[in-house]
């Protein structure tokens, strides 16, 4: 039963971020309305209205045929024009920004359900279509039906106008870094509050048995609840290897336990990790730091020189590495104050090296970019949170990059500003 819950929580997770499934699920809805009218027509509904409200009824065959063949083509000609927008946004974000921002663009569920919208009253206007006697009594015509597919052709209409402001505004970078940061300081916030078990002891693992993986792919979700649950019937303590949102090769340890497993639990346990061949954010507050990085990269290249975007991303990642600093190093899971699980995870030092080894290839010729970051790491040096390690990684990392913008500038003024730069910042930790 744990196998099959986990499993079908991962197939919804990973359909859920297809760009298919919300049209899919409108055109279900679509033919089951069809189907469901066809059914209260045979009760009398369209009669009903005739006799009652004949100005909303259509009572000839010819007309509704004409109607309902009118909206089918205009639905389809806005469907497409619709798509082909999205392709085209999803080509101007991969070429001017990064090609890492894709998915969270497809899993964008305003589009999605737009384009569902569409499908939805297509599928059911066809339908409809079919039910038509064109040589029928009036009241053996589906008014009610033909009415309700013009009431829906009219919010087509409007999720079409929607759907122009609303892509108008997605391929804005200002929106695209905004999404990216919120989706992280979310996930990152839900992190930190789950800390409380962290400083719980945790024995060390060098000599536990290992375990590995059969497939590979970028591991998602594990389910904790059911690992815990089999930790408690085995006597048993885990340390989960891969840092969660990583790339996890085939064959290579996933976890380890202070126990040898028989074939049943391990492979029980192995049930409980989800994999996919994509990143979202929202999953991995890391690709966060990537997708942001990689903005300011393409925009400090020769072929976009947009410093501006640079700066905006600079703005957002000195919010994220300031909320990274309030998250622990380590990530303990307990339960009634015993430890069972032990994750891996992305230490401070290594994240602001690797993204600050990245931005110092591209920026550190440009003294405007190297006063922002100036900006950055002294605001990171006054967090009241900050520790005393964090604060030599970030003096290490402001020393490394002002070595390195003294290699490249030679204009007297330039080096005067890098000397002033180093100044502001402050040598060591506030009280």
């Known amino acids: 039963m744990k196998k099959l819950y986990t499993t079908f929580l991962g197939i919804v997770r990973r359909i859920k971020n297809k760009i298919i499934f919300y049209p899919t699920v409108f055109a279900i809805s679509g033919i089951l309305l069809a189907l469901l009218m066809m059914f209260l027509e045979k009760q009398g509904s369209s009669g009903y209205l005739a006799e009652n409200v004949p100005l909303l009824v259509v009572d000839n065959g010819e007309t509704a045929l004409t109607i309902l063949s009118a909206i089918i083509t205009g639905l389809i000609s806005m469907m497409v024009f619709s798509f082909s927008m999205v392709m085209l946004l999803l080509s101007q974000a991969s070429s001017n920004y990064s090609p890492r921002l894709l998915p969270g663009l497809i899993s964008d569920k305003t589009h999605q359900i737009i384009l569902g919208i569409y499908l939805g009253t297509i599928l059911y206007c066809i339908f409809v279509l079919f039910s038509i006697r064109p040589a029928s009594d009036r009241f053996e015509i589906p008014g009610f039906s033909v009415l309700m597919g013009i009431l829906f052709t009219v919010v087509c209409i409007y999720a079409f106008i929607y759907f122009i402001h609303n892509i108008s505004e997605k391929i804005q970078i200002s929106k695209i870094l905004d999404r990216i940061y919120l989706e992280a300081k979310a996930k990152l916030t839900e992190l930190i509050e789950t800390e409380k078990d962290a400083d719980l002891y945790f024995p060390p693992t060098k000599d536990w048995t290992p375990y590995h993986i059969k497939k590979s792919g970028y591991l998602q979700y594990v ?172 003096r290490k990392e402001i020393e490394t990059l002002l070595e390195d913008a003294r290699q490249v500038l030679t204009n007297k003024r330039d080096l005067a500003k890098i000397s002033e730069i180093e100044r502001n910042l402050i040598t060591s930790t506030p009280d």
């Open 223 to 394: 389910s904790i609840d059911n690992i815990i649950s089999i930790c408690r019937e085995q006597d048993i303590m885990i340390h989960i290897l891969p840092v969660k949102g990583a790339f996890v090769l085939k064959g290579i340890a996933i976890f380890k336990t202070n126990k040898k497993l028989d074939d049943r639990v391990k492979n029980e346990i192995l049930d409980q990790f989800n994999f996919s061949r994509g990143e979202m954010v929202k999953d991995n507050y890391v690709l966060a730091f990537k997708q942001i990085t990689e903005i300011i990269l393409k925009a400090m290249s020769p072929g976009i020189n947009d410093p501006g975007t640079a700066i905006n991303g600079i703005d957002y990642l000195t919010e994220l590495f300031a909320l990274r600093l309030q998250k622990k190093d380590r990530n303990i899971i307990s339960r009634e104050n015993i430890a069972y699980i032990k994750f891996n995870t992305l230490g401070f030092e290594e994240l602001l090296y690797n993204v600050m080894a990245a931005i110092r290839t591209y920026s550190k010729h440009d003294i405007i970019i190297l006063q922002k970051l100036g900006v950055m790491f002294r605001y990171l040096q006054l967090q009241k949170n900050v520790k005393e390690e964090d604060q030599k990684v970030i």
